[in-house]
Antibody
Framework: EVQLLESGGGLVQPGGSLRLSCAASGFTFSSYAITWVRQGPGRGLEWVSYISNSGGDTQYADSVRGRFTVSRDNSKNMLYLQMNSLRDEDAATYYC????????????WGQGTLVTVSS | DIVLTQSPATLSLSPGERATLSCRASPGVKTYLAWYQQKPGQAPRLLIYDATNRATGIPARFSGSGSGTDFTLTISSLEPEDSAVYYCQQRDNWPITFGQGTRLEI
C-alpha cells in the first residue's frame, strides 16, 4: 500500500524556518517524482514545488523560490522541504504527493502537515 | 502562468442526476489536465488524469473529456458521497496551476 506521511509542521514566527519531511512507503520511491502542494485555511490548492525521481530537476512556485528548497534521500525514502524566511502567507497545510511516472498528475497524497506562521 | 477557470463555483443537484463541471485553460494545455476531488478534512484524490484517463479505483460514473482550452468532468449519476470540492490542475507548463474549485452539493 502506497503511503506518504508528512511531518515537521508547527508554529513558527515570521522570518523563521521549518523543515518538512515526507516519509514514503509501498512503492519504489526512487522511480517517482514528488510534488509539494499547500492549502491555506479555507482556500484552494496551490502548487509549491516539484522534484524529479533522481532529484536532478527541481521546480518552484514564484511565491517560494529563493526561500524554499526541496530535496530527497532515495536511500531513506524521504523527501524534504526546507522553508526559510517564512511569511504570514505561507501558513497552510502542506501535502506531499506522488506523481504518475515522471509526471505531476498526483495519484497519492499524504494527509498533510499544518504550518502556522504567527508572532 | 496558465490560468484555469472553473465553473460553476457551486453546483447543487440531487442524487441520480448528472453533474457537468467545466475547466477552461488559458492558454491551452493540450490534454495535460487532471481532476481531483477533495472532501472536508481530507487530502485531494485524483479522479482523472491526462483529460480522459480514470485513476485507479475511481468509479466509472466519473469521466473526463476535452483538450486544448476546454475540459469537462462529468459525474453520470450522483451519489450522496460525491459532495465535495472538485479541482482541475494542469501540468503542461511550469508552474503547475490549479483551478479555484467547484463545490458540488448533493
Amino acid at each position: 500500500e502506497v503511503q506518504l506521511l508528512e511531518s515537521g509542521g508547527g508554529l513558527v514566527q515570521p522570518g523563521g524556518s521549518l523543515r518538512l519531511s515526507c516519509a514514503a512507503s509501498g512503492f519504489t520511491f526512487s522511480s517517482y517524482a514528488i510534488t509539494w502542494v499547500r492549502q491555506g485555511p479555507g482556500r484552494g490548492l496551490e502548487w509549491v514545488s516539484y522534484i524529479s525521481n533522481s532529484g536532478g530537476d527541481t521546480q518552484y512556485a514564484d511565491s517560494v523560490r529563493g526561500r524554499f528548497t526541496v530535496s530527497r534521500d532515495n536511500s531513506k525514502n524521504m523527501l524534504y522541504l526546507q522553508m526559510n524566511s517564512l511569511r504570514d502567507e505561507d501558513a497552510a497545510t502542506y501535502y506531499c504527493a506522488k506523481g504518475i511516472g515522471g509526471t505531476s498528475s498526483l495519484d497519492y497524497w499524504g494527509q498533510g502537515t499544518l504550518v502556522t506562521v504567527s508572532s | 502562468d496558465i490560468v484555469l477557470t472553473q465553473s460553476p463555483a457551486t453546483l447543487s443537484l440531487s442524487p441520480g442526476e448528472r453533474a457537468t463541471l467545466s475547466c477552461r485553460a488559458s492558454p491551452g494545455v493540450k490534454t495535460y489536465l487532471a481532476w481531483y476531488q477533495q472532501k472536508p478534512g481530507q487530502a485531494p484524490r485524483l479522479l482523472i488524469y491526462d483529460a480522459t484517463n480514470r485513476a485507479t479505483g475511481i468509479p466509472a460514473r466519473f469521466s473526463g473529456s476535452g483538450s486544448g482550452t476546454d475540459f469537462t468532468l462529468t459525474i453520470s449519476s450522483l451519489e450522496p458521497e460525491d459532495s465535495a470540492v472538485y479541482y482541475c490542475q494542469q501540468r503542461d507548463n511550469w508552474p503547475i496551476t490549479f483551478g479555484q474549485g467547484t463545490r458540488l452539493e448533493i
